[in-house]
Structure formats: structure tokens, C-alpha cells
């Protein structure tokens, strides 16, 4: 059957399936003319096939309407296949058609009589979008578009991107890409979504890939991937060069087909409030600008994007608030071409009242720089605490040529408080320092970290990318610092119950991730989320992965410091919120004692006071350092006592192969060198050794809930006990050091010592 627009009086109708019971096949033409296009709303589907999950197709029959006779063909992918035994749609499925001809195509196996309806419209193509900012088709291309700067770099009158078929229901099987480009190297380009409605769980074969820069989708990863039903108030994106490539990919249409795609806009150009637009321009000056924290706490500036003269100076000047504020500084490119630094970038902080003050950097032309995603391209620089930063921009060529830019800056700036956010560790991604220092208050605070999130950096980073924070807490002499770890979400939700990968396991000496394995197949920890929490000798306290719920919170106590670290893996941005963690800390006086440090008496016990309670959630790290010397004529005999010893040691093997975990245990040094170099004898058992030295140190490094541990030393004749034991039990001669092992119950019992 054959509809044609000229041929009808009215141009809405219906089309009706036969009345008749399967086997059939039947076609149906629409032909519209120049000046219309083919709307169709499909409200009812029953015994029309059906859908298999598994292969994603449609069996037994079907309805599908194609774009083109050329389609019949195998000449185009714009297809709409619909199939169900029985569903009567709340709001009509949408189709739009923008050729000459529709076809339907109406089949099904089934002996039951089947039916469906269609109503169909020919309606006047009346765009409210002028074609100009609908982009350029690429030529031998299915659905690619190109979107140029000329067109797009008016903020009120946004070009606008769709999916096909727009606001009506895409076809199947498309990929589809969007190039949005400019001539211009210093140009920024800004994506956003309006509306992006996807099927909810087909993230596998219906979503969108956003890419920074020329596009090559064998081997350049994603700036960001899109799908399902995301928040699109979040869904705005930067480019950080000239060029932007969105590529759009689907597959089979699946129940209850009530998605629409995506609509957005883009924009090239000056974008308020990017741009040195909601700074404060200085009067009767051409480039001179001055940010302040309090009305301006983060945005991007640059030199001008049109024309500008030769030989010219402008100022940029970032002023904090407060005494413990600071300015971040991030160049994302810059361009000084002429030669001998006749064309020059300075940064400068500046003194009290902004006068006198330190030149930070210099840059002198000829070079050209652009941050990629490679957190290694970083280039940032910083101003001291309650310090202005001036960064100044000499160009000796400047703009000559409208759209053609010679020379130029791009960059970021952002006011960070060290008090509230911590001190950003310059040139990466999410590094941030904690001190305890004197004169900040409180001493105390919070932080929350999500996938997604990479401490307010710069937008070119790509929450896809794996990424390791650390976040480093260092306290002051003879203080401790408190971090805990109150929530985490380290498992995809839903997923809590199967996931294999990793687990942590906690017991009285701290957490840890074991890994698993999965069809012989073994996955590394840097791998998968995680977070690992170390003191600031590199030795792990605790670790923790997979599904927390029943763990947190889990608190670390150490003096000196600890290094939280926390490994992110890339996401889809509808996930990229759910992963993280919080955490709270605060900066204390140091919870234990080490009693007095230099001893000389004949006998004594050493040992590790707490000075105050543990919770059951509580694991502190100690490490105590003692010094004892008695007569020049003896020698010393050491019982150690580990009752709080590491459960597990063999989960904690060190390189080397010894047994010993580095967070419990006991070190004993006969000379200042064997000490500098943390370098003696080993212990982390309870043990008794006798050493041929009368001056010893002891070095105790614990890690636990309870510290119970006790190290018991007395004075020995070297010609009676030191002979005796080792004739008893063996012994060897290890210089400085003879050492024998005893079992340091009988010792103790025979040299009378009391706990």
C-alpha cells in the first residue's frame, strides 16, 4: 500500500493491521514532499513477535519502519524495529522521518490474530532552530554532522546537537558522530546536555562517547561516557583545545521503547562565566584584571579571543580574602612565539599591601604548551597564604588576524583555604596536605572524596581515568593525628553480595585486602577501588576494598603523620558520584607515653602507656625509642614479650622473606650507625636474646587495639649466664652481637621478674 501526501485530502491518518491471522507480510509506503516530514505515534502492539533478551532481537515477528527506499537495500542503518505480545503504550511512541519515503514493513508467524496501530502525520517543516546551527552533514555519512566556530560562538543563539529522529525515538544500530571544531588553537569549546533519555540498563550497547580533542576511537580514550538517565543540570563539558568529537552509538530498540535520545547545545568562544567574565576588568584598560576570592572563588581567564594589538601588556591579579587562603594557578596552554623573551609570562607574589614580593616563574617565548589528560602535563604554580598573585602576559605580535591566534594564554585559577581544604600538592591531580601547624585552627575537619571528584581540579581531567590520591596528615613533635574512615562506598551498589575481588579482613592488629581470584583469573590491587592507609614511613597500617558496610568506621591513631592514599578507577558518569568515602581527622597531643627513654638501672621493664581508651574501632600506631646502658662488665639479657603480636604474619611477608610485619616489631642496635640505618636484630615473636654489649637501643614499632606489649632487660655476668645459656641451648656469634635463644617464660621465672 501506498500513501502519498499529494494524493490525500487530509494529511493524518491511521494505518491498521490486516484482519487476518498469521502467517503475513505486508508494506507500507509513505511518500512525503519537500516542503513535509513523516511523524508516526505507534499506541498499540499485540502478538507481534516478541523480544529475546539474550540475542536482542525480535523472533516470531515484527513492525519496523525504515527511512528510505534505499533502506530496502541494505543501503541505510536508520531502522525502528518494534516487536511485543502484548503492550498498549501510556504515551505514544514518536517517530520522525526527515526523507521522501517511510517504510513499514508488518510481520509475524503466529496463527493468533495480531494487530497493531499507527497513526501517521504529514507534517510542515517548520524548524525552530536555524539550519546554520544544526551543523553541516558529512558527506557519505549515515547521520555525522560538523560544527564550526563562525557559526557557533554566539552565547544567545547556541548551536544544537541531537540524537536522530529527535524528539522521537532514534533508530537502532546507529554510530553516529558529532564534530565540533575551530580553527582557532587558543578556542575552548562547551558542550551541554538539555535532555538525555536513554534505556536504563542497556549501558552496554546505547550510550554516548565524549572525546577532548581529534578523534580516534581505537585509541583515544573517553573524556566521559554517558548513558541511562542522568541528571543533565551535571551533564556540561570543556574542551581543552580547538577540537571536540561526541560519538553517539545504540543498539537493538528494546521495550518499552519510551527513551528519546539526547538534544544539547555547544558553544565556542568567549562562554561566560569562563572567561575573565565575572572578574573585575580594571577602567580604561584593554586586558588588566583582578579576582577576588570572596566574589570569585574559581574560574578559567585568558587573553582576549578577538583582535588585539601588538606589544601588549595584561595583568591578571588574584587577592585573597584571608591570611589562609591562598591562589591555585593551573596553565592549560599558552603560545609565545617571538624569540630572545621579547614575548614573555611572569608569575609574581606580592608582598604586604601588595607591594614589592618574589617573582615565582618566567616563561619566555618561542613555545607552546597544551595540557593533555596526562596528569603529568600539569603546569601550576601558587602564591604563600594570604599572598596576592599578579601574572603578567607580554606579546609582541598579539592578534592581527580575526580567528587566527598568534599568541595567547588559557588557564585556571582557583582560592583554596588551607585551614578548611588542605594544602593542593602542586602538579597532580587530587594530592592534597593536611599540617598541624600552629596559628591554624581548628585542628580538626573533615573531607569527602568521590570518583567523580578530583578536588575541584581543573575540568580537562577526566573522571574516566584512574587516578591515585593522597592525602597526607603530618603533625607537629610530639603530637598524633586521628583519621577516620566514617563511610565508603568501594562496590558498585548491588553488587555487594558478589563481589569477588577483594575483601578486607580486620582484626586487633588492623584491616587488610585480600584478593580474589575468579576463573583463574587474578586481579591486582591498583586494579580496583581501594583505600590504603600508611604512617609516613611507608609501613601500611590498614587497607580496606570491597563491600564496608559492616566494617566502618575504622579509625587510625599515629604521631608523626599518616598517608591516607585512595586508588579511583574510571566510570561512567552516572557512577562516578557513588564510589568514595569520608572521612574526619583531627590533630591531638600524642596519646601515649614512652616513659622515660635512657635507663641504667641493673633491671626494668619498658613498655608503651596509652592515655586514654580505645574503641573497638580504634587501631593505633606507636613506636618508642629507648636507650640502655649499665656497667661496662655486663652484658644484657632482653626478653621480649609481643602480647598483642600480628595474627597473621604470613599475610605480611616482607620482600626479603622474613616473617616479621614492619608495623609490630622490635629492633635492637648496638651502635648510633646500626640505629641511623634502622638496621639490627629482628623481632617479632616473644623472644629472649642476650647481647655481648652493656650499651643497647630498642626500637619498638607496634600497631593494634591493645598494647600490651613489655621488653624486660637485666644486667648479666658474661662469664656465668651468657656460658650457661649457651652451653643449654646453642648460640651464635653474630659481631657485635652473641646471641642465644631461650624460651622467655623459663628466663623470666628464673631472674624473678613481675608484670
Known amino acids: 500500500m501506498t500513501i502519498d501526501v499529494t494524493q490525500l485530502t487530509s494529511k493524518h491518518g ?90 513499514i514493513q508488518y510481520w ?40 564550526r566556530q563562525h557559526n557557533c560562538s554566539n552565547s544567545d543563539e547556541p548551536c544544537e546537537f541531537t540524537s536522530p529522529g529527535y524528539p522521537g525515538l532514534y533508530p537502532n544500530f546507529q554510530h553516529c558522530r558529532f564534530f565540533f571544531r575551530s580553527t582557532d588553537p ?88 569562563d572567561r575573565n567574565t565575572i572578574g573585575s576588568k580594571v577602567d580604561k584598560s584593554f586586558c588588566d584584571w583582578i579576582f577576588y576570592s570572596n566574589s570569585t572563588p574559581s574560574a578559567i581567564f ?32 599558552y603560545s609565545l612565539e617571538s624569540d630572545r623573551c621579547s614575548t614573555f609570562l611572569e608569575l609574581h607574589e606580592l608582598g604586604e599591601l601588595g607591594k614589592g614580593g618574589k617573582l615565582i616563574k618566567k616563561i619566555c617565548g618561542p613555545i607552546t604548551k597544551y595540557v593533555s589528560s596526562d596528569p603529568k602535563s600539569l603546569e601550576e604554580y601558587s602564591s604563600a597564604p594570604g599572598r596576592t598573585l599578579l601574572l603578567t602576559f607580554n606579546s609582541k605580535e598579539g592578534n592581527q588576524i580575526l580567528g587566527k591566534t598568534s599568541e595567547w594564554i588559557s588557564g585556571r585559577f582557583q582560592f583554596r583555604n588551607d585551614r578548611i581544604m588542605g594544602t593542593k600538592v602542586l602538579n597532580t591531580v587530587c594530592d592534597v596536605s593536611y599540617e598541624d601547624d600552629e596559628g591554624l585552627e581548628p585542628r580538626a575537619g573533615a573531607l569527602t572524596v568521590r570518583a567523580g571528584d578530583n578536588d575541584g581540579e581543573p575540568f580537562w581531567h577526566s573522571s574516566s581515568a584512574t587516578v591515585e590520591c593522597l592525602y597526607n596528615f603530618s603533625s607537629r613533635k610530639n603530637r598524633s593525628i586521628s583519621v577516620t574512615i566514617n563511610h565508603g562506598i568501594l562496590v558498585k551498589p548491588g553488587e555487594e553480595s558478589r563481589y569477588w575481588q577483594c575483601k578486607t579482613e580486620c582484626d586487633k592488629s588492623g584491616c587488610r585486602c585480600l584478593l580474589g581470584t575468579k576463573k583463574k583469573q587474578f586481579v591486582a590491587l ?51 558520584n557513588v564510589q568514595g568515602f569520608t572521612a574526619s581527622y583531627k590533630f591531638r597531643d600524642r596519646f601515649y607515653d614512652c616513659a622515660q627513654t635512657t635507663r641504667s638501672q641493673a633491671q626494668g621493664i619498658l613498655y608503651v602507656a596509652l592515655k586514654r581508651n580505645l574503641s573497638s574501632s580504634e587501631y593505633v600506631h606507636v613506636q618508642c625509642d629507648w636507650t640502655i646502658e649499665v656497667s661496662s662488665e655486663k652484658f644484657l639479657s632482653i626478653d621480649v614479650r609481643l602480647l ?84 643449654t641451648l646453642g648460640c651464635r656469634l653474630d659481631w657485635p652481637m652473641l646471641v642465644c635463644i631461650a624460651v622467655p617464660v623459663l628466663w623470666s621465672s628464673l631472674h624473678g621478674f613481675n608484670y
Open 186 to 273: 587558543a578556542m575552548q569549546i562547551r558542550i551541554q546536555f538539555r535532555v538525555f533519555h536513554f534505556p536504563v540498563n542497556d549501558c552496554d550497547t546505547h550510550y554516548v562517547n565524549i572525546f577532548d580533542g581529534p578523534y580516534s576511537a581505537r585509541t583515544d580514550p573517553a573524556l566521559q561516557t554517558l548513558c541511562g538517565q542522568p541528571k543533565t543540570d551535571e551533564l556540561v563539558y570543556f574542551s581543552t583545545g580547538p577540537s571536540m568529537v561526541l560519538e553517539f552509538i545504540t543498539g537493538s530498540l528494546t521495550p518499552p521503547y519510551d527513551y528519546i535520545g539526547f538534544q544539547g547545545t555547544v558553544l565556542f568562544g568567549n562562554l561566560p562565566p
Open 108 to 147: 509475524t508467524e503466529s496463527s493468533v490474530k495480531s494487530r497493531f496501530m499507527l497513526e501517521f502525520e504529514f507534517e510542515e517543516r517548520i524548524e525552530d532552530t536555524p539550519v546554520q546551527l544544526l551543523g553541516d552533514a558529512v558527506p557519505n555519512s549515515e547521520c555525522d554532522r560538523i560544527y
Open 14 to 103: 491511521a494505518i491498521y493491521s490486516p484482519p487476518t491471522s498469521g502467517p503475513i507480510f505486508c508494506t507500507y509506503y509513505l511518500v512525503a514532499n519537500r516542503d513535509t516530514r513523516i511523524k508516526l505515534n505507534l499506541y498499540r502492539l499485540q502478538g507481534i513477535g516478541e523480544f529475546n533478551h539474550r540475542s536482542k532481537r525480535c523472533v516470531g515477528g515484527f513492525l519496523q519502519v525504515i527511512d528510505g527506499v534505499r533502506a530496502l537495500r541494505g543501503n541505510s542503518s536508520a531502522v525502528h524495529v518494534f516487536c511485543a505480545n502484548d503492550i498498549r503504550f501510556e504515551h505514544p511512541v514518536t517517530i520522525f522521518k526527515d526523507r521522501a519515503v517511510a517504510v
Open 644 to 727: 598483642d603480636a600480628l595474627s597473621k604474619v604470613a599475610a605480611n611477608k616482607s620482600a626479603s622473606g622474613s616473617s616479621c610485619s614492619a608495623k609490630n616489631t622490635v629492633k635492637l642496635f648496638t651502635s648510633p650507625s646500626q640505629r641511623a640505618k634502622d638496621k639490627g636484630i629482628e623481632m617479632c615473636q616473644s623472644n629472649m636474646v642476650t647481647v655481648n654489649t652493656h650499651k643497647l637501643s630498642i626500637r619498638l614499632t607496634a600497631t593494634g587495639r591493645q598494647l600490651k606489649h613489655r621488653i624486660l632487660w637485666r644486667e648479666t655476668d658474661p662469664k656465668a649466664s651468657v656460658t650457661s645459656l649457651c652451653n
Open 302 to 333: 585568558g587573553t582576549p579571543m578577538d583582535w588585539y594589538p601588538k606589544n601588549l601588556l595584561c595583568t591578571y591579579r588574584f587577592i585573597p580574602a584571608s591570611h589562609f587562603e591562598r591562589v591555585l594557578i593551573t596553565l592549560t596552554s
Open 526 to 576: 591498583n586494579e580496583i577501588f581501594h583505600i590504603s592507609i600508611f604512617n609516613l614511613a611507608g609501613i601500611e597500617l590498614s587497607c580496606l576494598c570491597g563491600d564496608l558496610t559492616d566494617l566502618l568506621p575504622v579509625s587510625v591513631l599515629s604521631s608523626g603523620g599518616v598517608l591516607v592514599r585512595y586508588n579511583k578507577l574510571g566510570l561512567p558518569s552516572d557512577d562516578s
